[in-house]
């Protein structure tokens, strides 16, 4: 299983960031996604899922509102549109299945400032 998430970068408080995530190794159209990310010095937390089906699943709290998730299973790709983003959001973004059991790829850093 590979998961390669891009996307990510710098932005100022109020930006936006659309993330992707593109799977390989895996029938990615029968597995519910999610998304995760890992605030410096904080443990890896769950944002948002989406079944294979494409029904999000619970936003976190903090996103809700904000972040909105989609998928293309013709594409194997996960995606993860981020809105009025804050301080807060910063930190590395995953993708993994929805209990977080494939091994981890390299995430996608954003960076907002205030």
């Known amino acids: 299983v590979q998961l390669q998430a891009s996307g990510g970068g710098l932005v100022q408080a109020g930006g936006s960031l659309r993330l992707s995530c593109a799977a390989s190794?895996?029938?990615?159209?029968?597995?519910?996604m999610g998304w995760f990310r890992q605030a410096p010095g904080k443990e890896r937390e769950y944002v948002v899922g989406m079944t294979r089906g494409g029904t999000p699943t619970n936003y976190a709290d903090s996103v809700k509102g904000r972040f909105t998730i989609s998928r293309d299973n013709a594409k194997n790709t996960v995606y993860l549109q981020m809105n009025n983003l804050k301080p807060e959001d910063t930190g590395v973004y995953y993708c993994n299945n929805l209990v977080g059991t494939f091994t981890w790829g390299q995430g996608t850093l954003v960076t907002v400032s205030s």
């Open positions: 190794g895996i029938t990615f159209s029968a597995i519910n």
